[in-house]
């Protein structure tokens, strides 16, 4: 790209120094700068290490309060187990969110509970119970301040990436993204899950055979 000045025998690049080349060096740099930080933040962030170097989390105090038999039996025996017993693994499990000005709110206070394979386990509680908060710990979506979980033996968060191919999530709104068709979506959640993308064709196209099937079987069943 070039520009004439009031002497049209000179011609200019617009990307010289003295004309628009020190933006566009800022503007890479800046670019540059600010994704190799968000990969530093959340490279922190997976490591608990951001959390801990902040210490705002681990202010607010843990309150002991009065447990059920069943319930302290229930601690007691995931503290003490292996983590291979168990297919999912809660220890301990803590969550502070900061208010500012000094408060907190808790939303997960010290949770502990085991699911081995084959078992069926609900999660129930009031609302603000902290349900959403402990899924979203153990699907990765975020951090906790204390705890720990595992899922098949893989360490949440540090082992997400592993932990990630054992689960299967369905968040508490509507999944389905808009401007996406069903192939998109299939093909999306299938590399979400590391699933070979020859796999996903393959299967794409026996659902395309099913439902063929299935169509002219009903149109055949209608004509009779």
Aim: hydrophobic share 40%.
């Amino acid at each position: 790209m070039y520009y004439y000045t009031g002497d049209q025998s000179e011609i200019h690049n617009v990307f010289d120094i003295n004309i628009m080349g020190p933006d566009v060096l800022f503007l890479c740099g800046t670019a540059v700068l600010y994704l190799g930080l968000l990969f530093v933040v959340e490279f922190l962030r997976s490591k608990q290490t951001l959390s801990k170097v902040l210490s705002w989390e681990s202010k607010a105090e843990f309150v002991p309060k009065k447990l059920d038999e069943d319930v302290e039996r229930e601690i007691k025996e995931v503290e003490e187990s292996d983590d291979q017993t168990y297919a999912l693994k809660v220890d301990k499990l803590r969550k502070v969110y900061p208010l500012g000005r000094g408060k907190y709110k808790v939303a997960v206070d010290r949770l502990s509970f085991g699911v081995k394979s084959g078992e069926c386990f609900a999660l129930l509680g009031v609302n603000g119970a902290g349900k959403t908060t402990t899924f979203k710990i153990l699907s990765g979506d975020i951090v906790q301040t204390s705890g720990k979980a595992f899922i098949n033996g893989f360490l949440i968060p540090e082992q997400n990436h592993k932990a990630r191919y054992s689960i299967g999530y369905c968040p508490q709104y509507d999944t389905i993204l808009e401007y996406l068709t069903a192939k998109e979506h299939l093909f999306l959640y299938a590399a979400l899950k590391g699933i070979p993308i020859s796999v996903v064709r393959f299967f794409f196209v026996f659902l395309q055979i099913l439902i063929f099937i299935n169509r002219e079987r009903n149109l055949w069943r209608e004509n009779c």
